[in-house]
């Protein structure tokens, strides 16, 4: 997973705060990249493969410790819809993981010194079918199915050596069972976000039952939000810490909201480096954006943490 000088990812969370990246989408778009496909950034794995390579790397270089791959809506199933088989899909999630140690190898070649991280990406099941339901969860699938589902993907993934495995995005309870089930045994550790609305998950559930899952999970080194409205970050890694004693993981979007239909941002960035003293103080020990916060903002991050 890591090399011999750089520490475990869950040593490394008892030790400090590390930062994560930005949004991979809005990277990849700002250098010019058309992302106007149901497999979103994870159709560049097979198109331009480099391009996925430089983004992760534009957001070490602003500071970020942990890059999360381009894996979010990469599935089997939605491999197979573009007619990708099995085997080819499974060379592509691969390529994911390593597209980020290239990354952390190019950093490193130019002077970055500090130890880098590779966190997968697993998104939820709503990812893969592309039109906004992980923002809403609740697919009409049970718990067992889900899993089902979820688990080959992550077996592939974990066999990329990734230093850990983000389940993130997580918008139900449900789906939160099927993946803690499903990373039993991979011999890697996990991050479990939710995408929420206030004080409750997207699909309605109150964040105290929902983070309560994790509690007691060994994979689990560390559980949150991301994709979220950086309002609702406050009183959700407060929460998270008081309920499950783990180390928290928070990465919001930039405060604009995500028009599904439209396939498009609407609304102003609310998002501020200001605002993760009070998340570090609070229990949060990963801290970054999701969705519209670029490399800059990463480097606010870097900024607001050191001067804490």
């Not at 991979?24 to 159709?43: T, V, Y």
């Not at 599935?75 to 999630?93: H, Q, S």
């Not at 688990?151 to 592939?156: N, Q, S």
């Not at 039993?184 to 309560?212: I, K, M, N």
Request: with cysteine; charged share 20%; proline share 4%.
């Amino acid at each position: 997973m890591n090399s011999d000088s750089t520490p475990a990812f869950a040593e490394a969370l008892s030790s400090g705060t590390v930062v994560l990246d930005g949004g991979m989408s809005n990277q990849l778009e700002a250098a010019g990249h058309d992302l106007g496909d149901a497999l979103w950034s994870a159709r560049l794995l097979a198109d331009r493969p480099e391009a996925i390579v430089e983004a992760h790397l534009a957001y070490y270089e602003a500071g970020a410790d942990v890059a999360i791959t381009s894996s979010y809506q990469a599935t089997f199933e939605g491999f197979a819809r573009r007619g990708v088989a099995c085997e080819r899909g499974a060379e592509l999630l691969g390529l994911s993981v390593e597209s980020a140690r290239e990354a952390a190898r190019r950093a490193h070649a130019k002077g970055v010194t500090r130890p880098l991280w590779v966190a997968a990406s697993v998104g939820p099941y709503g990812a893969m079918l592309a039109d906004g339901s992980e923002y809403r969860g609740r697919y009409g699938l049970s718990v067992a199915e889900l899993e089902r589902f979820h688990r080959p993907r992550l077996e592939v993934l974990a066999a990329a050596a990734p230093d850990v495995l983000a389940l993130e995005t997580v918008p139900d309870t449900d789906e939160a069972r099927a993946l803690l089930r499903a990373v039993r045994g991979l011999g890697v550790p996990a991050w479990l976000s939710y995408s929420v609305a206030g004080d409750r998950t997207r699909a309605g559930q109150p964040l105290e039952e929902a983070f309560a899952l994790a509690a007691e999970a060994d994979e689990v080194v560390a559980v949150g939000v991301n994709c979220c409205d950086p309002a609702d970050a406050d009183a959700a890694v407060a929460i998270a810490a008081r309920v499950t004693g783990k180390p928290v993981v928070v990465y919001p979007n930039s405060g604009e909201t995500w028009d599904a239909a439209a396939r498009a941002w609407t609304g102003s960035s609310t998002f501020t480096a200001a605002q993760v003293g009070g998340w570090e103080r609070a229990g949060a020990r990963l801290i970054g954006g999701c969705c519209r916060v670029g490399p800059e903002a990463i480097r606010g991050i870097t900024s607001a943490l050191r001067a804490a």
